[in-house]
């Protein structure tokens, strides 16, 4: 892909600076609504965006938003959030990569049904895991997503990790039409969804152009990345500080690797990383997306000061590893079912026919109806799931991308591991990148009943046919 600095929109363009504003990230803390029962309560709203943060003038038009900007959750502790629909459209929320009971999952048409306008919908659910991951709309997802209707979501752990600073950067892009606006008319446009998906010209972080991040010299950071793009691969580049990635898509590495270089991150994976900041840090350190030309900065650490006592001139000790999750074994572990996931689809990729709402189409006829990429043959979501298993089985599924384009495949509800080799034993994922032409197993032990979604989180490409589910039995 072609990506250079001439395709977004820059601060100077848009008449802003990129503000001297500093944003303290400090982990939000939230008053607790304990319920007698140790049941946390919260409220969600899911409403149109009210403040314009890229729009040098007027009223943003056509952003969503949820009516905070971080959610934090804490490992164990059972929550009852409320989510309220105060959008012109209806919605629901899924809570992406979390494990939890299938008609907590938020998938409309699956799961539940859409929340109307103006309707709410109690989510009650445990997080098992602590970790990043993050919540989203699953209704329309390509046009949702790309308004802005997504939220972080931090699980704590149960016991505090000790780190000097937890930030979230949430990493997005947004097309604006001329006018500067969020561009709506070209929601839904054909040619991204044979392509590679909706991308945009403006990047932010947090929803922020350019933001900086007061750290202090001396600091260990807890830095959470997240791609909430439509459909857009970055790559991260970090400043040249000792790091190391400590957790992906919410789970944490057995052993944590130390990184250089710039870190993909494809639509709705996430990492964990410890960064430590060196005590004799000055001035502003660039967090960066690679292009193919001059890097651009993403988000800035501004350094100001440096923490009390005494950090010698040497290195800190390597972190350890964050504290396990409660995943089940797979290693060593007989596979009770095999299946492969053929993709197929998408421009050049030499689609003839497939199969939609049961009947074989030709691709002038798919293209009619919108759909272009299959999986085995079958575009969009198919009346019989990809497999039927019972609950506690090992499934393996082979994936197989046979079209041109890269693909980020998402399982929801549980975490796998992947046979490609530039992955480590110990590391898990809910998505995972493969590039056109690539070959990947993955294995997951199929632990909670109910109807799971698998699909291509380059969201369009799931709009256009890339989208099946697995049924679990009790
Ligand atoms: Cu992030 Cu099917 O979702
Ligand atoms: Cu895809």
């Not at 072609?2 to 929109?9: A, D, G, M, T, V």
């Not at 909430?228 to 790559?235: L, S, V």
């Not at 596979?335 to 197929?344: G, I, N, S, W, Y």
């Not at 079209?403 to 796998?416: A, E, I, K, N, Q």
Request: aromatic letters at 6%; hydrophobic letters at 40%.
């Amino acid at each position: 892909m072609k990506l250079s600095r001439r395709h977004f929109i820059q601060l100077s363009g848009l008449g802003l600076m990129a503000g001297p504003t500093l944003v303290t990230a400090s982990p939000q803390t939230e008053t607790p609504h304990q319920s007698e029962s140790g049941v946390r309560r919260l409220r969600l709203v899911l409403k149109p965006e009210s403040h314009h943060w890229f729009a040098p003038l007027g009223e943003p038009v056509g952003l969503w938003a949820f009516d905070r900007d971080v959610l934090r959750l804490r490992q164990g502790e059972p929550v009852e959030i409320e989510v309220e629909n105060q959008l012109p459209d209806p919605s629901s929320v899924h809570w992406h990569g979390m494990r939890i009971d299938n008609p907590m999952d938020g998938v409309s048409g699956l799961t539940q049904e859409p929340i109307a306008p103006g309707e709410r919908f109690i989510y009650r659910f445990t997080p098992q895991d602590a970790g990043t991951y993050w919540a989203h709309s699953h209704h329309k997802t390509y046009e949702q997503l790309a308004r802005g209707l997504y939220l972080p979501l931090i699980v704590d752990e149960q016991e505090p990790v000790e780190v000097d600073r937890d930030l979230v950067l949430t990493l997005d892009d947004w097309r604006l039409n001329e006018a500067r606006q969020f561009d709506t008319a070209s929601l839904g446009a054909m040619h991204d969804w044979a392509h590679g998906g909706r991308t945009g010209n403006l990047l932010t972080v947090n929803r922020q152009l350019q933001p900086r991040f007061k750290v202090k010299g001396g600091e260990r950071i807890r830095l959470r990345l997240l791609n909430t793009a439509n459909a857009r691969i970055m790559a991260v580049r970090l400043p040249d500080l000792p790091s190391w990635i400590w957790a992906k898509d919410g789970q944490p590495l057995t052993t944590p690797r130390g990184h250089s270089g710039p870190l993909l991150l494809a639509p709705a994976e996430r990492y964990d990383l410890v960064v430590d900041i060196p005590a004799q840090a000055q001035g502003a350190l660039a967090i960066q997306l690679q292009t193919d030309g001059a890097p651009i900065d993403l988000a800035l650490l501004q350094i100001d000061g440096q923490i009390d006592g005494q950090i010698g001139q040497g290195e800190r000790d390597e972190p350890q590893p964050l504290p396990a999750n409660p995943l089940p074994q797979l290693a060593d572990q007989p596979v009770d079912h095999r299946v492969q996931l053929d993709m197929t689809g998408g421009a050049m990729g030499g689609l003839r026919q497939a199969v939609y709402g049961g009947q074989t189409l030709s691709t002038r006829e798919l293209v009619q109806n919108k759909q272009i990429w299959a999986f085995n043959g079958v575009v969009n979501m198919p009346e019989q799931p990809l497999l039927e298993v019972r609950s506690g089985d090992l499934v393996e599924v082979e994936m197989l991308n046979n079209t041109r384009w890269p693909h980020s495949l998402h399982l929801h509800g549980h975490h796998f591991q992947s046979d490609l080799a530039r992955y480590n034993q110990g590391l898990w994922h809910d998505t995972v990148v493969m590039a056109s032409g690539e070959r990947t197993k993955i294995r997951f032990r199929a632990d909670k009943p109910g109807s799971w979604l698998l699909h291509c989180h380059m969201i369009e490409h799931q709009a256009a046919g890339m989208v099946s589910w697995i049924r679990v039995r009790a």
